[in-house]
């Protein structure tokens, strides 16, 4: 009996393939991963002590790096227990709990037909790649070496050329045998009642071949080489193989990069790229992209992100990444793919944005500048609800009671198209908090200022360079001032990435100011792991500073080596973000006990977040691997959990604890009774 790929596809993604093989190995503890799917074990097919064996739940293949074996759910039990094809379809099928399909002679010539196509596209594909090698193909050649691809490039995306002819192509299948219907079923001739005879679809157009999820060619883009062509791309219309909504270009090879990191670039730029998909807008992107070491790139064909093609990019990473340009259009398309992927969201699921500098696309980025400026727009991707909230928040001014009702009632719709109750919930949440800081923001920076102001008119100034209750009163009035949002809105109209986290910041410049600290408890303080890629940078420096003299380190001589190794501007950076956020024990005018005191919470205030989201991230994975187990209380008690480590993550982010308590020693008077 002939099986249809849709049951098998079917059967295949409701049984986790480790499902299939625990039954015959035992599973490496040390090296597998259940939450995440990836499991390790002693390979069934050939002996040997240490586990090379290796299965993977989302890609539901299997692979043995000893022996070279690898296979999908039927090949395991066709391979290993000698099953004859239909009897393992049969064991599966048990497994997921669906029927076996019903003899449909109708549906298995369907099948059969389907496969013919897909014969007839890969002679086309063929024919292209030749014609691009040939006489007629040196201006296609000429376009795409100016495009900087090499040929090993343009051997894998198996890029082709149409030559200018109305049947060449046509003549070329007709040839080998492939009847008329076939070619016209394919979508490689413009046909129908109005035209007596076909002719060629693509015409003096460079190819680039199409692939399934199964990485068959089911359908062709061409990019013109006259500029006098009323369409510059132009894709293969809608077939029996190709429906444009649901398919993904280089989906297949970026699926497979996804299982490990990418072979170019340093550990740094692969935590960027690798481990999540980046969608970008046009199939030289991707190209350009895939040769500069980037492979999990896709791209939409031609139009704007459709829900199929999300749901795409969700059934591979739980983060991807949207990648647009940074033009007025890039916008647009950011704020339409924000639409879209609203009502979809659901825990641990959602996207991220990463715009590019205005005028530049990925393609232009890594062929005239490398790949590092690339990298550097992907660690400066935002999440979806600030890209929510900038894109309110910059569409006016509030600075009346009804502008400030008509923001608060847009963000509420704007949110309220959110199926999930619980993420929907955040969001509420995340929006009042933000909305908070936002008209609260200038206010208390204003109150705070006079504050401080009159303190030292009023001669509030004490020893230190410390202020007195006036300028704690506004250091704690304005650190409310909505700074971040401000400098989240300048970098994305700039293109510059934002300062660090502020604790981060308190983090660094503390030691900066005051050396001595990092000597107290060098090994822990040393240790610190810093977000901010400037800052992994800087503190390195510091670290060698430290080591190069010792306890001996002074301010001066550490601020003069910082600023010979080009940190003078971030430095001047870090100092003013402290001082608008009135942070004053991370500054030169604290006292030691004081910048002691204001160092210790911020430190605790980091590590605490920091394995709070780690805590985030692995319930997350264990909430994918339990939805997909179909395992409800298990569900119900991560989501529990879940949500009680979001309330805490965000009950951090808006903590106060940087500024309480700042010592006397600096002038200042702790607690409202000064106490």
């Known amino acids: 009996m002939r099986f249809s790929n849709s049951f098998l596809d079917e059967i295949r993604d409701r049984v986790p393939i480790s499902d299939v093989i625990g039954k015959r ?140 002819s109305r049947n060449a192509l046509k003549e070329h299948l007709a040839a080998k045998g492939v009847p008329k219907d076939q070619i016209e079923a394919c979508g490689l001739v413009v046909h129908g009642p109005d035209i007596p005879v076909s002719y060629d679809r693509f015409r003096d157009r460079i190819m680039f071949p199409i692939l399934s999820s199964r990485e068959k060619v089911i359908a062709f883009g061409g990019r013109a080489m006259s500029p006098d062509a009323p369409a510059k791309y132009l894709n293969s219309n809608e077939t029996e193989l190709f429906h444009k909504g649901n398919v993904l270009y280089n989906f297949a090879r970026a699926r497979r990069a996804m299982s490990g990191v990418n072979r170019g670039g340093s550990a740094a730029q692969n935590e960027n790229a690798a481990g999540t998909i980046i969608a970008v807008e046009g199939y030289m992107d991707v190209i350009a992209l895939h040769q500069a070491g980037i492979e999990n790139a896709v791209a939409p064909l031609g139009t704007a992100l459709t829900e199929n093609q999300m749901a795409l990019l969700w059934k591979l990473t739980q983060q991807p990444v949207l990648c647009f340009d940074g033009d007025s259009a890039g916008i647009r398309a950011a704020n339409r793919a924000v639409d879209l992927a609203l009502p979809h969201l659901k825990p641990g699921f959602s996207v991220r944005f990463a715009m590019l500098p205005d005028g530049k696309d990925p393609d232009d980025l890594v062929r005239h500048e490398g790949r590092a400026p690339f990298d550097k727009v992907l660690a400066s991707a935002r999440s979806l609800s600030e890209m929510v909230w900038l894109r309110e928040a910059q569409a006016g001014n509030f600075d009346t009671p009804e502008s400030r009702a008509q923001l608060e009632a847009t963000l509420k719709q704007v949110v309220s198209v959110i199926a999930d109750e619980n993420v929907r919930r955040h969001y509420g949440q995340d929006i009042r908090d933000r909305l908070n800081q936002f008209f609260q923001g200038a206010s208390r920076q204003q109150s705070g200022q006079r504050g401080f102001d009159r303190n ?180 119900s008690q991560i989501l529990r959990n879940l949500q009680e480590v979001q309330l805490e993550v965000t009950r951090l982010e808006n903590q106060e604890a940087i500024i309480d308590g700042f010592g006397v020693l600096s002038g200042r008077v702790k607690g409202p009774a000064g106490k």
């Open 25 to 164: 190995v035992t599973w490496d503890r040390k090296k597998t991963n259940a939450s995440k799917g990836d499991y390790w074990a002693c390979c069934p097919f050939h002996g040997e002590k240490s586990p090379s064996f290796h299965c993977e739940d989302r890609k539901g293949r299997y692979h043995c790096f000893g022996c070279g074996v690898s296979g999908d759910h039927f090949r395991f039990l066709t391979d290993l227990d000698g099953m004859a094809f239909p009897e393992a379809v049969q064991q599966i099928a048990d497994l997921a709990g669906v029927a076996m399909p019903q003899p449909d002679v109708e549906a298995e010539k369907r099948d059969r037909q389907r496969t013919g196509l897909q014969d007839v596209m890969e002679m086309a594909t063929q024919f292209f790649e030749a014609q691009l090698q040939t006489a007629g193909g040196a201006r296609a050649r000429a376009y795409l070496r100016d495009r900087g691809l090499t040929g090993r490039t343009i051997e894998t995306f198996r890029l082709g050329y149409a030559p200018e």
């Open 456 to 635: 030292q008119r009023q001669g509030g100034a004490s020893r230190n360079g410390g202020q007195g209750r006036g300028g704690q009163q506004g250091a704690r009035m304005s650190e409310r001032s909505g700074i971040s949002d401000r400098l989240a809105r300048s970098s994305l109209v700039s293109g510059h990435q934002a300062l660090p986290p502020l604790r981060e910041s308190v983090l660094a410049l503390t030691i900066v100011n005051h050396p001595q600290l990092l000597f107290e408890e060098y090994d822990e303080i040393s240790a610190i792991d810093y977000d901010n890629r400037d800052l992994q940078r800087f503190w390195s420096s510091v670290l060698n500073a430290a080591a190069a003299r010792g306890p001996r380190l002074s301010r001066e001589n550490l601020v003069e080596q910082l600023e010979a190794e080009g940190f003078g501007e971030l430095l001047k950076s870090l100092d003013q973000q402290i001082r608008f956020a009135r942070l004053w024990t991370a500054t030169t005018a604290a006292a030691p006990e004081d910048a002691r005191e204001g160092y210790i919470q911020a430190l605790s205030l980091h590590k605490r977040t920091k394995a709070l989201l780690w805590q985030r991230r692995e319930l997350e994975s264990e909430l994918a691997y339990a939805t997909e187990e179909g395992d409800d209380d298990a569900v």
